[in-house]
């Protein structure tokens, strides 16, 4: 059985950082892509970053140089370190293994607010 568990979000004042952790199992972590969606109220789900086997990464342009993704194999678990944080950046965020078909978490909330 596969699991798939976020952890890390709240409210966050602009400006702000927080990390996301998702651990995963019943599944071979090391050969899996994993990713972190997110989606806003009334908007369309979105890549916000993702982490191959081999640790190639993409981000989204608009948390290019703010998002830090990384994985630990030993740990069986993937991070979404967030700095600089924006209102803009509220949303549920979602961690997946294997890509927009595979494995996907609850979601945790991050709500960046005043």
């Known amino acids: 059985q596969v699991q798939v568990v976020e952890s890390g979000g709240g409210l966050v004042q602009p400006g702000g950082s927080l990390r996301l952790s998702c651990a995963a199992s019943?599944?071979?972590?090391?050969?899996?892509?994993m990713g972190w969606y997110r989606q806003a109220p009334d908007k369309q789900r979105e890549l916000v970053a993702r982490?191959?086997?081999?640790?190639?990464?993409i981000y989204a342009d608009s948390v290019k140089g703010r998002f830090t993704i990384s994985r630990d194999n030993a740990k069986n678990t993937v991070y979404l370190q967030m700095n600089s944080l924006k209102p803009e950046d509220t949303a549920v965020y979602y961690c997946?293994?294997?890509?927009?078909?595979?494995?996907w978490g609850q979601g945790t909330q991050v709500t960046v607010s005043s």
């Open positions: 997946v293994a294997g890509g927009g078909a595979g494995y």
């Open positions: 019943g599944i071979i972590f090391s050969m899996y892509t």
């Open positions: 982490v191959t086997p081999d640790d190639s990464t």
